[in-house]
């Protein structure tokens, strides 16, 4: 399982991304604002709540998931970060999704998103109070989405 470390620059730099493109759209605090680049992608990776982020590709490919999000989906690193995001969600779902998206695009975030999600073994759960933002750097440039919650329930009968 790969876990935040000094040598992961990847997970360390993301987690700057997350931090400071939630906390400039949502004026809210991801994490401890004190907490150092790497302390903050090991506590991220730890954290007590969701965490998950994909790219800005035409068909979008989870970039991030920290470990309560990898636990949830059933998925390992290495097969999260190479999946679609539109596989987080059932085909009969993917439009809602879809529209959600485009209204993170246009916004910059959304708070109280609630929608089902489909784990690697076919359970399916509800998540709710999402909030969802895009990923913005320094130069401005949009480099994906994310969204965190720490509110899911399994939905009966899946």
Known sequence: MLKPCAANHFQVGHTELLRQSYHTLTGRHLLDPSLSPLAAAEAL??????????????DPILTYGNQLALDLFALSWEAFTRMPSRLTAEAPN??????LLAEVTARGFIDDYAGVRITSTGQRFLIQQATVWNLIDAAGHRRGQAATFQNWQPVVGS
Not at 49 to 58: E, I, K, M, N, W
Not at 94 to 99: F, G, H, W, Y
Request: glycine share 0%; charged share 30%; net charge neutral.
């Open 94 to 99: 993917r439009a809602d999704r879809e529209r």
């Open 45 to 58: 990776f730890t954290a007590p709540f969701v965490v998950l982020s994909h790219d800005t590709a035409p």
